[in-house]
């Protein structure tokens, strides 16, 4: 008894009996906690909302359009994930070079257009930013609950924002009831080293997105369309691509040969879902190149399949 008592008396005199407030400097400091910044109308029906993400170490950037009917505290509202591609440098690119706003303007769906970076794959680097937890954390936990989104969700996107909605949709089930890929990079295992050689072109190591292949083949393989097709049965899909050669929409451009090797990836993936038992809707149009006037003709066609 009297070495208990001798104990809590020496807690007393050191300052650390229990209830004694730590002091500020000793605090273990505050997670970071993803909030918005700004919200400003940015013409007609457009939101253009600022976050503080942690996942991506800055604020990033995501536009939404409300629908028609739509009013602030509503809810129950479906929404509409509109994915840009890479290379672009602009998170609203659907905006601004794809008509989203015209195509979608009688849309009974609260369609969210997130930036995704120039070269971001929609994918938690190795080694960098966190696009996966911003896109399907951050932004969906922040901006569902603003705009009274229910639990009916759609996602769609162009090249490599094809790529992320099919990749979404397999990796977070029960998220989505459909996805859409216009032009999308559906197999990046098709050609390793090719796919590799392209991202760095474009200034971006290949091994910090995903690691080393084929030492981390693991994670390729988990961030790849085609290998995850199978845990998209169930869901409305929609997948299209041109054949690379000129087209309607072209105005006598020359080939294309990028759009020729996306389709081969598209064949894959249309391949592995039948393997898999999963239907999926396919438009290869045949004649067209990598270019907006295809992916915004592929998602009025993909409508009807993205809101049921």
């Given at each position: 008894m009297r070495r208990i008592l001798g104990v809590f008396a020496l807690l007393l005199v050191t300052g650390c009996a229990a209830g004694e407030a730590i002091p500020a400097s000793e605090k273990a400091p505050e997670k970071p906690v993803a909030k918005v910044v700004g919200r400003e109308a940015a013409g007609g029906r457009v939101d253009e909302i600022t976050i503080?993400?942690?996942?991506?170490?800055?604020?990033?950037s995501v536009w939404v359009l409300r629908p028609e009917g739509w009013t602030e505290g509503s809810t129950g509202w479906p929404a509409l994930y509109?994915?840009?591609?890479?290379?672009?440098?602009?998170?609203?690119?659907?905006?601004?070079?794809?008509?989203?706003?015209?195509?979608?303007?009688?849309?009974?769906?609260?369609?969210?257009?997130?930036?995704?970076?120039?070269?971001?794959?929609?994918?938690?680097?190795?080694?960098?930013p966190a696009w996966e937890t911003f896109h399907m954390t951050e932004v969906r936990d922040l901006l569902e609950p603003l705009y009274g989104i229910g639990d009916r969700r759609a996602v769609a996107g162009l090249s490599m924002g094809g790529h992320g909605a099919m990749g979404y949709a397999a990796r977070h089930p029960g998220v989505f009831q459909a996805a859409a890929s216009f032009s999308g990079v559906l197999d990046i295992r098709s050609d390793p080293p090719a796919f590799s050689d392209f991202l760095r072109g474009e200034g971006v190591e290949p091994d910090e997105i995903w690691g080393p292949y084929p030492g981390r083949e693991?994670?390729?393989?988990?961030?790849?369309?085609?290998?995850?097709?199978?845990?998209?049965?169930?869901?409305?899909?929609?997948?299209?691509?041109?054949?690379?050669?000129?087209?309607?929409?072209?105005?006598?451009?020359?080939?294309?040969?990028?759009?020729?090797?996306?389709?081969?990836?598209?064949?894959?993936?249309?391949?592995?879902?039948?393997?898999?038992?999963?239907?999926?809707?396919?438009?290869?149009?045949?004649?067209?190149?990598?270019?907006?006037?295809?992916?915004?003709?592929?998602?009025?066609?993909?409508?009807?399949?993205?809101?049921?």
């Open positions: 503080w993400s942690p996942a991506l170490g800055r604020e990033g509109l994915l840009h591609g890479c290379c672009v440098g602009r998170g609203d690119a659907w905006l601004i070079s794809g008509e989203a706003d015209r195509i979608t303007a009688k849309a009974k769906a609260v369609v969210i257009v997130p930036e995704a970076g120039t070269m971001g794959w929609y994918a938690d680097w190795v080694k960098g693991a994670n390729w393989k988990a961030h790849n369309p085609t290998d995850l097709v199978a845990g998209l049965k169930g869901l409305r899909l929609y997948i299209s691509s041109g054949n690379g050669e000129p087209g309607p929409l072209d105005l006598g451009r020359p080939r294309d040969a990028g759009e020729a090797a996306i389709l081969v990836e598209n064949r894959n993936f249309a391949a592995a879902a039948e393997k898999a038992g999963v239907e999926v809707t396919t438009d290869f149009y045949g004649d067209g190149t990598h270019r907006w006037p295809y992916w915004s003709r592929a998602l009025e066609r993909a409508l009807p399949v993205l809101l049921g």
